[in-house]
């Protein structure tokens, strides 16, 4: 088949482009040109290069032309962020390509009410910011476009996706260096409310098994949405506790309230530790495995440790030698 992504040199393409050169697909990427991909690997140089300035082009209304005259069989939208955005592209490529699949983001739920959380399910309060907003509508635009008879759409919704070239979030739920200096170092680490809130992680290549997995099974993905994150969510005590072990540390943590936190740290750090926290997410993956055949190769741990490797040995991180 040949596959259009949009957006593919960033963290979920750096892994899915290169999975579906080896399937034997005819790859186009799409995107500004600004970076190289995270993993640089020999299938890239089977991959055709399309340089587009999406946000400029979908103010001009030309940027739905653009992917339509690729003549994909299969377009991979990995850098959509509004429903104006993605209502021209559904409307361009409807009667045109076999399949859309977008890429959402578990934030399109708010404060959880039940765990895990479940797609069709009301376990979640409404999405609290307009990222998760727009994620949210989104997926229930693409659900009814093919409920409806239209274009064959799939919505992909990661976690907080780590893996190799970039920073994790960490055990405060934010991307601060100095708390894994603090971890690695044995001191105390000052960790807003009772240590018992989750997170949960995907690794990058899991995202892109994910989506190889839906085009695989455009038949059962075809009008869904899916839940894609670790098999487990790590508490911020139990994040702390293994982080720790990768130094030859003991666990310590020193609990407090968000007032005083904020006090300690930049408000940066504290509102996406807030954001990140807050939200307590611990998600699903039940559909996903029975429709798709999503089967994750990495528990959270494993995916933030290849991280944090990652970071040590490019000079990107200044913490003692781990010793996993």
Known sequence: MKIVVIGGSGHIGSFLVPRLVRAGHEVVNISRGSRLPYADVPEWRQVRKVTADREHEDREGIFGDRVAELGADVVVDLMCFTVESATA???????????LLHCGSIWRYGVSLKLPLAEESD???????????????????????????????????????????????????????????????GQPLRVPGIGTELMHHVHADDVAQAFEKAILNRDAAAGEDFNIVAPSALTVRGYVSVAASWFGQEPR????????????????????????????????????????????????????????????????????????
């Open 89 to 99: 592209l559904v409307d361009r490529l409807r009667g045109e390509t076999g399949h």
């Open 123 to 185: 376990s979640a309060e409404e999405p609290v910011d307009e990222y998760g907003i727009q994620k949210r509508d989104i997926a229930r635009i693409l659900k009814e476009e093919t409920a409806s008879g239209g274009l064959a759409t799939t919505s992909i919704h990661p976690g907080h996706i780590v893996g190799p070239g970039w920073q994790p979030i960490g055990p405060l739920g934010n991307l601060d260096p100095g708390v894994w200096q603090t971890i690695a170092s």
């Open 253 to 324: 943590m020193e609990t407090v309230g968000w007032d005083e936190f904020r006090r300690t740290t930049t408000r940066e750090s504290a509102d996406i530790s807030w954001a990140h926290l807050s939200r307590n997410h611990c998600v699903s993956i039940h559909k996903a495995k029975s429709l798709i055949g999503y089967a994750p190769r990495y528990e959270p741990e494993q995916a933030v440790l290849e991280s944090v490797q990652w970071l040590v040995s490019n000079g990107q991180l200044d913490v003692p030698k781990l010793l996993t």
